[in-house]
């Protein structure tokens, strides 16, 4: 019997982030606090969607306006609009921006409204996200309204929170699910570099590799990226599309 998208769907994060589209194609999509966010914590899992086949978002929340020393806000903005869009490029993935301010992130009524009718406008099956504990504020907005759009969602789709800069801004991580980026990591590397403004290529040296390369120890692989799994009400380690 040919699978099916529940079977794939089911069959855990490592394995349809790897598996070719059938059909019509998985949906996936990530929220992130800023552009680069995505992209260091996931991009590699991102680039393994879009290369099997799979339709990836990714969602700022903010253009980064805070994030350049020197730069007003719109010129920041504009320069890392700009990157964010080029290392969508490289991912394979559509950007969208969200309108809310570096520095200045609410998750009030509306912006929850507004991110959930974002979230439900491309209807994801799978939805990567901040891990809520973390010491940027941006990051734990970011986190809190993807989770709100995720109790919104009807039926549910799988919810995966991703890490960041582990230990000085991720806290408390303790990963469900693990994919090896192995395949793609130069593509992830050339994505977070096209952040210039951010020395993305600085960044992944000092931080980034060497968590790709414990997590890839943890997994048995070259390197990989960690995520923890919300797990679905009614069981304690279902996967989207089991319930």
């Known amino acids: 019997m040919p699978a099916t998208r529940r079977d794939f769907l089911g069959s855990g994060l490592a394995a349809f982030a790897a598996a070719p589209a059938f059909g019509e194609p998985l949906r996936v999509v990530c929220i992130g606090g800023h ?5 260091s914590g996931c991009g590699g899992t991102l680039a393994r969607y879009a290369e099997a086949g799979h ?7 903010t253009r980064g306006e805070a994030g350049i020393p020197g730069r007003s806000h719109d010129e920041a903005a504009a320069i890392r609009t700009a990157e ?4 969508c490029r490289i991912l394979k993935a559509k950007p969208v921006f969200a309108g809310q301010i570096d520095g200045a992130t609410v998750a009030d009524n509306p912006a929850v409204q507004r991110m959930t ?7 994801p099956d799978i939805l990567l996200a901040h891990w809520p504990l973390d010491t940027h504020k941006d990051h734990q907005v970011a986190s809190l309204l993807a989770y709100r759009a995720w109790l919104a969602a009807r039926p549910r789709f799988g919810l995966y929170f991703f890490e960041v800069d582990l230990g000085s801004q991720t806290m408390g991580f303790h990963p469900t699910d693990y994919v090896d980026i192995t395949a793609v990591r130069e593509k992830k590397k050339a ?7 951010q020395d993305g290529e600085g960044v992944y040296r000092q931080h980034h590799e060497i ?16 995520f923890v799994r919300l797990a679905r009400s009614g069981g304690a380690s279902a996967m989207p599309g089991n319930v």
Request: proline share 4%.
């Open 117 to 123: 009718q974002l979230v439900r406008t491309e209807r």
């Open 35 to 39: 552009p680069d966010d995505p992209e």
């Open 55 to 61: 339709a990836v978002t990714v969602i700022y929340l």
């Open 211 to 226: 968590m790709e390369n414990y997590r890839g120890r943890e997994y048995g692989a070259a390197a990989a990226e960690a």
């Open 84 to 87: 964010g869009e080029s290392a």
């Open 191 to 197: 994505a977070l570099f096209a952040h210039r403004s």
